[in-house]
């Protein structure tokens, strides 16, 4: 089957689900939004200069001195909230989905070799892979975090160590399957190349489950990014994820102020659970045991 | 069966072991080590001391025997911030932790389970695609947003509840509990409810994917053929059945609870070991860091060795196969 | 002659499956009187075990009964609410299935579910139910039937588990046992030995069987009475030795051909051409005339199941073997 085809086949057996169109139309506006951020926001959150203190923690539909309704009220800063949140979705996605290629990367190449090499290699990555899967993700970024400091660069390795023993073992599942098969015992009898081998053949068989793992693996490093900005420990205060916006607003609850923490929670929930359910659907459409 | 027991011990002291060395390679090789045994401001001469006495100019395995040599001892060194021995220090700390996620846990499952046996019993029911949907929220809101919602509506809002801290505590064997007062109660309440969410959308999902695998299998229509209950099917054979899985998940599930109490302690202003851990991270007190990931290294070994052993008095296959 | 202990007529029980409607059941008569055996005989799919689960009313979604009837001694049992239908099971009616290894609860031990079983339908204490237990599994032929409470399943042989199950279905006294291929998962040696106890106990108890099986030798040292079933139907039914010695209905007459028999070494075993039609796209008319040799145009109208005068056989074709032409 060639390609345009398969997808076209897909995308026909996805829009079926009209939980999971919606969810990724939702998906697509975020990502929409984010991109177009510096059009479409109202205010700069990063501009200090239009910060004005006098425009702190303003309820929804506030004028402020900047002329404009906010529509969802203000920060403590006097940020126009909607616009920081746009701003802290970016950032959230933008660290979602580089922790998740970045992991996919090791942990695939990792769980491949592991597979094709065989041996005490295998047995030692495997080993420790599944002691890693046995230890809760959060704990492991939380001490990487705390280890490493603030950062992007640090907060992303943190999600990295936490996520790629998943690919690992998936790949690793899906590579020893393949590597029983006869076409493979075949092309290495010719004898290819093993890196051909591995890139030609194994590779792409590997990715449906890979892609299904990257799904909820963004979804996870979102969250889990979200978790360590809440409690101090990922990004620096330049850097306003989405967490760190919930963070901030948190004091604030007590006093009924709610709409500080509450929005950008909601818009947190919104991003994780259409990527999820889009996951769960591409899950449902590679799994082979569920077709008839 | 002994020698299951035994062969089970051994592994799990072997991944003590390993442990404690990643925790020794994380915090005392990357950076500099005497940054975990002295608070910054300790002169010259102090610093070429404790260079001296812990050995820190040895070989690195040198200096992991050491290291796992005062382990063993209980010998965690002290706080910089209290300024006590850290293992005394956690140990207070830690029976408010173990409520909280004994009882998160507890709850969910004693909650978790029957919902989640419901939905696999009437699988296509208005009431249990409820009870779907709602797990589905479950696994994807984060804890630490459904912490906050909890306080908002249920604290703030409402005023039922209070926002934090543990509340009165009685002693029990010696130690305090939250559980043993109306107040302590009323402060467990929200914290429990938060930190058992997760797993109560996991023990839904589990419940109720054995309990359909269960129900279509010819177990059940034997039962129901020899006239047996609905009730009693589900209660006897179906949770029997469904059981093992169940009980894994319930004892892994403890340990990663023990993980997320870090948050939900955090929030609630709960006084455990995660928010001990938090704020000794945000103060750079490192010998308590270090205490804190070897005890829950222990407790995930010793749950894990926990889970596997009762494995063996719940199938009785697996008892008498490798007994 | 009075009513019989259970008269099933026009059955129907159909399974609404997203490819279509699968007609498991699509109208059948069965006569049973108290103390007899009748043989229920069919390919796999043929629908003799849906008839079997339909008279305990025990068919799982997507199925359901359509139509017909069922009367169990003097009660109507289609329809009937599900408490009073639970009440009869395992009490009047006991069910004995295919494979113990999947029916017995692995995890329970012997005793734990012949405890359960009981405590169904009367209030007794576990002394006493382990009791009745231990003297049951004596009288099934269980050897040291104490040890044998306390064991789980997976530590007893497949003919142990299989009196096992037999005895678990005999602990209220049913009038009626309804046994699905209890012998198929068996050692041959140890179906023989299965075969002669149900015998011996349908003899001293007198209690009615129905034998569900594919197995036409099984049944023609068993049965009183035997029903032949082909895609949904009953094609024939009479008195065993009638039907056996004498089938008039191509398709009984195919499988009896398929039986290895009193045949001369090395001669090749007669086969039915084709295979069982799919429920979902049954042929017009009479559903095996695809397959079968004597097949006219006239087929392509079902013919009734109905007896020839002074026959005790009932057969369903327009061309029976045998008839007067």
């Known amino acids: 089957m060639r390609a345009p085809r398969a997808l076209a086949a897909f995308w026909a057996e996805f829009s079926e689900s009209r939980i999971a169109v919606a969810a990724l139309a939702v998906l697509l506006v975020i990502v929409g939004l984010t991109i177009l951020a510096p059009v479409v926001t109202p205010q700069d959150p990063y501009d200090l200069a239009s910060l004005d203190l006098s425009d ?218 259409s990527i999820n359910v889009v996951g769960d659907q591409i899950r449902d459409q590679l799994n082979p045991r569920l077709k008839r | 069966m002994l020698g299951f027991v035994i062969q089970r011990l051994l592994q799990a002291v072997l991944v003590m072991i390993a442990m404690s060395i990643l925790v020794f390679v994380g915090v005392y090789a990357i950076g500099n080590p005497i940054d975990v045994l002295l608070s910054p401001d300790a002169d010259q001469r102090i610093r070429a001391e404790t260079i001296a006495r812990y050995g820190l100019d040895r070989p690195l395995w040198e200096q992991y025997l050491v290291f796992a040599g005062r382990l063993l001892q209980g010998d965690f060194g002290r706080s910089f911030i209290f300024g006590i021995s850290v293992f005394d220090l956690v140990m207070s700390r830690l029976p408010a932790t173990l409520e909280l996620t004994l009882a998160a846990t507890l709850g969910a499952t004693l909650i978790g389970v029957p919902l989640g046996m419901y939905a696999g019993y009437r699988p296509n029911g208005a009431l249990s695609k409820g009870i779907m949907a709602a797990s589905v929220l479950g696994f994807s809101v984060p804890t630490f947003w459904i912490g906050i919602v909890l306080i908002f509506t249920f604290a703030v809002n409402l005023a039922w509840l209070p926002a934090g801290q543990r ?75 469904i059981a093992i899985p169940l009980v894994t998940v319930f004892g892994l599930e403890l340990a990663s609870t023990l993980a997320f109490a870090v948050v939900t302690e955090t929030i609630f202003s709960w006084p455990g070991v995660g928010k001990l851990i938090i704020d000794s991270i945000s103060t750079l007190d490192r010998p308590v860091m270090v205490s804190y990931l070897v005890l829950v290294a222990f407790l995930f070994i010793t749950i894990n060795l926990i889970v596997d052993l009762s494995y063996a008095l719940l199938d009785p296959r697996i008892r008498r196969g490798r007994g | 002659m009075s009513e ?21 059941v699509d109208g059948v008569d069965l006569s049973l009187a108290r103390g007899r055996i009748l043989g229920l005989v069919g390919e796999s799919g043929s629908g003799k075990s849906v008839t079997g689960f339909s008279i305990l009313g025990l068919v799982d979604a997507p199925g359901r009964i359509v139509g017909g009837s069922v009367r169990f001694d003097g009660t109507e049992l289609v329809g009937l609410d599900a408490e009073s239908l639970r009440q009869l099971r395992g009490r009047r009616i006991a069910m004995v299935f295919q494979d113990p290894m999947m029916t017995l609860n692995p995890v329970l031990t012997v005793g734990e579910q012949m405890i359960l079983a009981l405590r169904a339908h009367q209030r007794i204490g576990r002394t006493e139910a382990l009791a009745r237990g231990r003297d049951l599994l004596g009288t099934v032929g269980i050897p040291s039937p104490d040890e044998r409470l306390r064991a789980y399943p997976h530590q007893l042989s497949g003919g142990m588990r299989q009196r096992v199950a037999i005895a678990i279905a005999m602990l209220h006294r049913p009038d009626l046992i309804i046994a699905d291929e209890p012998t198929t998962a068996l050692d041959v040696s140890i179906q023989g030995q299965i075969l002669h106890e149900m015998r011996r106990l349908a003899r001293e108890t007198g209690v009615a069987l129905i034998w569900i099986t594919h197995d ?45 028999g009193d045949m001369p070494p090395g001669a090749r075993l007669a086969q039915i051409p084709g295979s069982t039609p799919s429920l979902l796209h049954l042929p017009q008319g009479c559903s095996f005339r695809e397959r079968c040799a004597r097949a006219a145009t006239g087929c392509a109208t079902m013919p009734e199941l109905i007896a020839a005068p002074g026959s005790p056989v009932a057969v369903r074709c327009h061309d029976p073997i045998g008839a007067a032409p």
Request: charged share 15%; proline share 5%.
């Open chain 1, 56 to 273: 702190a923690r303003r309820p929804p539909g506030h004028v402020g001195t900047g002329g404009y309704v906010h529509l969802l009220g203000t920060d403590a800063q006097g940020r126009d909230l909607l616009s920081a949140m746009i701003y802290g979705l970016r950032i959230s996605l933008e660290m979602g989905m580089l922790a998740g290629a970045i992991a996919l990367t090791i942990g695939a190449t990792m769980g491949v070799l592991a597979a094709f090499l065989g041996g005490r290699f295998e047995a030692l990555v495997m080993r420790i892979v599944d002691l890693q899967l046995s230890f809760p993700a959060i704990l492991l970024a939380l001490v990487l975090s705390a280890l490493l400091g603030k950062g992007k660069g640090q907060l992303v390795a943190a999600l990295v160590a936490a996520q790629y023993a998943y690919f690992a073992r998936t790949a690793h599942g899906a590579a020893v399957a393949e590597r029983g098969k006869d076409y493979v015992e075949a092309a290495l009898s010719v004898p290819l190349p093993v890196r051909r081998v591995i890139f030609r053949h194994i590779l792409p068989n590997c990715l449906p489950p890979l892609i299904v793992v990257a799904t909820v693996q963004v979804a996870n490093s979102i969250a889990l990014e979200a978790t360590l900005s809440f409690l101090g420990l990922g990004l620096p205060a330049t850097e306003p994820s989405l967490g760190m916006l919930i963070a901030n607003g948190f004091q604030y609850l007590l006093s009924g102020r709610y709409w500080i923490s509450i929005y950008p929670g909601i818009a947190l929930i919104v991003l994780i659970v």
């Open chain 2, 167 to 241: 509340g009165a505590t009685a002693a029990l064997f010696g130690v305090e509990w939250s559980f043993l007062t109306v107040d302590g109660l009323r402060h467990l309440l929200l914290p429990a409810l938060n930190l058992s969410l997760f797993k109560l959308a996991l023990m839904i999902r589990l419940a109720r994917a054995g309990t359909r695998e269960v129900m279509l299998g010819e177990t059940v229509r034997f039962a129901r053929a020899a006239g047996l209950r609905e009730g009693t099917i589900l209660r006897r054979h179906v949770l029997k059945l």
């Open chain 3, 4 to 24: 019989p202990l259970l008269r099933v007529s026009g059955l129907a029980t159909h399974f609404f499956t997203r490819a279509g409607v699968a007609k498991a």
């Open chain 3, 216 to 260: 036409l030798a099984v049944v023609s040292n068993l049965a009183d009475d035997i029903a032949v079933m082909y895609a949904g139907r009953i094609v024939e039914s009479g008195p065993a030795r009638d039907v056996l010695d004498r089938p008039r209905h191509p398709y009984t007459r195919g499988l009896l051909d398929s039986v290895p």
